[in-house]
C-alpha cells in the first residue's frame, strides 16, 4: 500500500513539475511575443512605437501605409517576434505619433523619411530589413538611397515602387491634383478622407469582408477625423507625385545594391496592381513574388501566409540561429553615388 501511494506520489510530483515547466516555456514565449508600446522624441515631435522580440535577433521595420498606423500591424508583429527584432512606428500625422500643423512642419515624404531615420538612429537601429506598404514604400525607399549598406532585406507588401503598379486610380483621382489645384480636384482627394473610402479599403478585393474588424477601419478613421487631419492628407497626396518621379532613382539603387527582396500581394488590391509586384523582377531578378487572394490591407485577412512567406524567406539570407548573417560591404564612390555590394553568407 504504501510502496503504491509512493509511486503516486511520484507520478503526481512529476506531473507537477512538467506543468511547471510547460507553463514557464509558455510565458517565456509569451515574454518574447509581447507588445511593448513607447514613445522617443525625436526632431521635437513624440513618436510612438510597438516593439516586440528579443533586441538580439535581427531587425524587421514595419512601415505603415495610408491611412493606417502601427496599428496595422498589430496581428503580424507577435508571428515575426517568435525569431526576430520587430519594430513598427507611427510616423508623425499618424496613429498616436504627434500631429503637428501643416504651418508647423513640412508635410512631404522626404521629410517623414528624414524624421522616420532620425527614429531609427534614435533607438540605436543600423541594421535592419524593412517591410513596406503603401506610404510606408516612399518612405523605406528614401531610407534605402539614404543607407544601402543598412537594408538588409525588402519585403513589399502592396508597396508600389514602379508605374506599372499604379492602377487607374492614380490618373482618375489623383493626377489631376497634382496637375492643378483647385477646388475641384481637391474635392476628390477630400472624397478620399471619409469613412467609406476607408472602409472600402479595408474591403473591397477581400474574400470575406464580413471577417474585418471594424476596429481597423474605425481607429484609421478617428485619425483622419482630428482637426487639422484633412490639410495633412492633402499636402502627402500632392507629394505624392515625387515618389513616382524618385522611382528611377530606387531601380537604380536596386541593380546596384541587388538586395533580398520579397514582394507579397494582395492580388486584389484596387490602388496598386500585380503588376507592381511582378516589377520587381527587372531590378533584382531573384526577387521573390507571392501573391494572396486580398486586397489593399492584406494583413487583415492573410496575416499567416504572409507571415510564413517571410519567415520562410528571411533565414535563407540570415546565418543559422537566427543571428543577422555575416555580410562584407563594399562602398565604392561612383560620381558621388555610393555603390554597396553585399555578401550574405
Not at 479599403?201 to 464580413?210: I, L, W
Not at 500632392?238 to 541587388?258: F, I, S
Request: proline share 6%; glycine share 6%.
Amino acid at each position: 500500500m504504501k510502496s503504491a501511494l509512493r509511486c503516486i506520489f511520484g507520478m503526481g510530483v512529476l506531473g507537477i513539475t512538467a506543468l511547471t515547466a510547460s507553463a514557464f516555456a509558455s510565458e517565456t514565449n509569451n515574454d518574447t511575443t509581447r507588445v511593448r508600446y513607447k514613445t522617443v522624441r525625436v526632431d521635437a515631435l513624440n513618436i510612438f512605437y510597438r516593439e516586440a522580440g528579443s533586441a538580439s535577433r535581427p531587425t524587421i521595420v514595419l512601415l505603415h501605409g495610408f491611412p493606417s498606423s502601427s496599428h496595422m500591424y498589430r496581428d503580424l508583429i507577435p508571428k515575426l517576434a517568435v525569431n526576430y527584432h520587430v519594430i513598427a512606428a507611427d510616423m508623425p500625422g499618424f496613429g498616436y505619433s504627434d500631429q503637428p500643423t501643416v504651418e508647423e512642419f513640412d508635410y512631404t515624404f522626404d521629410h517623414l523619411a528624414n524624421v522616420m531615420d532620425h527614429f531609427l538612429d534614435s533607438i540605436g537601429l543600423t541594421r535592419y530589413s524593412i517591410y513596406i506598404q503603401d506610404y510606408g514604400s516612399p518612405v523605406g525607399f528614401r531610407l534605402f538611397l539614404k543607407h544601402p549598406e543598412r537594408i538588409q532585406a525588402i519585403i513589399s507588401q502592396n508597396g508600389n515602387a514602379y508605374e506599372e503598379g499604379l492602377s487607374p486610380f492614380w490618373a482618375e483621382s489623383i493626377a489631376p491634383y497634382w496637375k492643378e489645384k483647385n477646388p475641384e480636384t481637391e474635392k476628390k482627394i477630400r472624397g478620399l478622407l471619409t469613412l467609406e473610402t476607408t472602409k472600402f479599403q479595408y474591403t473591397q478585393g477581400f474574400r470575406n469582408p464580413e471577417d474585418v474588424s471594424p476596429d481597423s477601419y474605425t481607429f484609421d478613421q478617428m485619425t483622419l477625423d482630428r482637426p487639422g487631419n484633412a490639410q495633412i492628407q492633402l499636402a502627402l497626396f500632392y507629394d505624392y507625385q515625387n515618389n513616382v518621379k524618385q522611382y528611377p532613382q530606387w531601380h537604380e539603387m536596386l541593380r546596384r545594391v541587388h538586395p533580398p527582396v520579397l514582394a507579397v500581394w494582395g492580388k486584389n488590391d484596387p490602388i496598386f496592381l500585380p503588376a507592381g509586384a511582378d516589377a520587381f523582377k527587372k531590378d533584382v531578378p531573384d526577387a521573390e513574388i507571392h501573391f494572396v487572394d486580398g486586397g489593399h490591407f492584406s494583413l487583415e485577412e492573410n496575416v499567416d501566409p504572409i507571415a510564413n512567406y517571410i519567415l520562410a524567406f528571411l533565414p535563407k539570407h540570415f546565418a543559422e540561429g537566427g543571428h543577422s548573417a555575416q555580410a562584407e560591404e563594399i562602398l565604392v564612390s561612383d560620381g558621388g553615388v555610393r555603390e554597396s555590394e553585399w555578401r550574405l553568407g
